[in-house]
């Protein structure tokens, strides 16, 4: 069974800085992409950024572009976001999303429960 | 970056309803189209793949279809537990974008 558990996440000053983790289970991990979703109180969907298995590619979207480092251990099945130069509009439910290949594009098809970033003073 | 819009952003409909939720896509994105359900305070959950593969586990009431850029999922007989918010989602290329979402309401 696949399992994705966030940690992570609190309460932050802006301009301030937060990783979040995600421990990753039930699949072979080293061959998954994987990527961060997140979620603004009372809003939509939004992703946010995407790494390769073997972490040499990476995607970001532009609001998080130079602020946000995804990064992932292999050896440990865990998957990273260090957020820096954190902004109020940052705050929102961060989930952990595995990608699943089908014919050479990705989409997400399993996700973990969340964790709550909030970035206030 | 590819704008994905959906309507409407209400529904109101019963139990037992055949509903049709439309996505737009900005521009051609060869059926490269996800729909997810969310529950109140849950994580998505994927239904559709490919604009119309059934996610295994899935009830078989959804579907998903796809003419040019206009994707739909239909429920054809809906269920109390049916009721959330739906999106759909390109993943063409990046930035992957989603729709803003269909709340589903019981009438």
């Known amino acids: 069974e696949v399992q994705l558990v966030e940690s992570g996440g609190g309460l932050v000053q802006p301009g301030g800085s937060l990783r979040l983790s995600c421990a990753a289970s039930g699949f072979s991990f080293i061959r998954i992409a994987m990527g961060w979703v997140r979620q603004a109180p009372g809003k939509g969907l939004e992703w946010v950024s995407t790494?390769?298995?073997?972490?040499?590619?990476?995607y970001y979207t532009d609001s998080v572009k130079g602020r946000f480092t995804i990064s992932r251990d292999n050896s440990r099945n865990t998957l990273n976001l260090q957020m820096n130069s954190l902004r109020a509009e940052d705050t929102a439910v961060y989930y952990c999303a595995k990608h699943l290949d089908y014919g050479g594009k990705q989409y997400f098809d399993h996700w973990g429960q969340g964790t709550l970033v909030t970035v206030s003073s | 970056d590819i704008q994905m819009t959906q309507s409407p952003s209400t529904l109101s409909a019963s139990v037992g309803d055949r509903v049709t939720l439309t996505c737009r896509a900005s521009q051609s994105i060869n059926s490269w189209v996800a729909w997810y359900q969310q529950q109140p305070g849950k994580a998505p959950k994927l239904l559709i793949y490919k604009a119309s593969s059934l996610e295994s586990g899935v009830p078989s009431r959804f579907s998903g279809s796809a003419s040019g850029t206009e994707f739909t999922l239909t429920i054809s007989s809906l269920q109390p537990d049916d009721f959330a918010t739906y999106y759909c989602?390109?993943?063409?290329?990046?930035?992957?974008?989603f729709g803003q979402g269909t709340k589903l309401e019981i009438k």
């Open positions: 989602q390109h993943y063409d290329t990046y930035p992957y974008t």
């Open positions: 790494i390769s298995g073997s972490g040499g590619s990476t």
